[in-house]
């Protein structure tokens, strides 16, 4: 699978045909990754985790669809709800098994993935699916977090940036270490417009880094992720006690550093060194779930109609 469209819908990326894939599976192991068991348990952690956020589902099967010029994939099964599509469970069977290959190659190299990094992989994600993001469960989304900041300390510094422009602009809002603002409830808009009026706010400070800040209502969060510059105000936000303001203190931000160069590289395009750690790891897949060939899972035929 293209490490491109994983960050998106997987449009496209998914061959037809079903495999009625149930948590009663018993099977030891799902794939292995030069001697490491990725187990069925784990890949059922996955494909639940994934498959329970009915926004993200939604964008996977209309990304898939026939209709769209897709395979006509879907995330469920032929046998219903429970059970997942041969298509989607190779898919992240694959992601599982890159993931461990690319883990065990940083450790085995000695290279750690820095704090730039994992903040960049955020906030990618955060954009990609900005519209599902919050409603992957806390374990499923650090997974992805991981992922891309892995893939990201394996790919260079690029020499040239200027593919890299537009992906930055477009992650800024999501893009900082910590964020600190001033706030101050209010019990109805008129107090809050008045606090926004005279640019004064007398409640207490709060810091946010990226995961506490994905706890906050979605209105909270994006009107936070606006404020730029210290002094920078929100609008009235509605909450289930009245409305709240927020001034901006501080914004830390790992800005456009090599660390974030390397995420936003690895998002755009595969490095050459995953290809390469892919092509050379030891991979043996259960065949229940498909076969390993070209660096990925391929899902099992389906059985001949009679």
């Not at 007398?202 to 994006?222: F, M, N, V």
């Amino acid at each position: 699978m293209s490490r491109a469209l994983r960050l998106g819908a997987f449009a496209g990326a998914l061959a037809a045909g079903s495999l009625g894939l149930s948590a009663c599976d018993a099977s030891p192991y799902a794939a292995t990754v030069n001697g490491y068991v990725i187990t069925v348990n784990s890949l059922q952690h996955q494909l639940a985790g994934w498959s329970a956020n009915k926004a993200w589902v939604q964008q996977f099967d209309s990304g898939n669809s026939t209709a769209q010029g897709g395979s006509g994939a879907t995330v469920v099964g032929s046998g219903g709800s429970g059970t997942y599509s041969s298509a989607f469970a190779a898919d992240i069977l694959g992601d599982l098994v890159a993931t461990k290959a690319i883990e065990q190659y940083l450790g085995a190299h000695r290279i750690t993935v820095t704090a730039d990094q994992t903040v960049a992989s955020r906030a990618v994600n955060e954009y990609i699916r900005s519209g599902s993001w919050t409603q992957f469960s806390p374990s499923i989304r650090e997974f992805q977090v991981r992922q891309l900041a892995e893939e990201g300390a394996l790919a260079p510094v690029p020499t040239s940036t200027s593919n890299l422009q537009t992906p930055y602009t477009d992650i800024q809002s999501y893009l900082f270490s910590s964020l600190c603002v001033d706030q101050e409830s209010t019990a109805n808009r008129s107090e809050a417009q008045s606090a926004i009026s005279s640019g004064t706010v007398t409640g207490g400070e709060i810091c946010y880094d990226q995961i506490s800040l994905e706890d906050q209502p979605a209105a909270y969060q994006a009107a936070l992720r606006k404020l730029t510059n210290p002094g920078d105000l929100t609008g009235a936000i509605a909450t289930s006690y009245g409305f709240v303001v927020a001034k901006l203190v501080s914004r830390d931000s790992p800005g456009f550093s090599p660390g974030v160069q390397q995420v936003l590289s690895a998002a755009v395009s595969t490095p050459t060194t995953i290809t390469s750690v892919l092509s050379s790891a030891k991979v043996k897949v259960n065949p229940r779930y498909g076969t390993w060939s070209g660096a990925q899972v391929t899902p099992p035929k389906a059985p001949p109609s009679s």
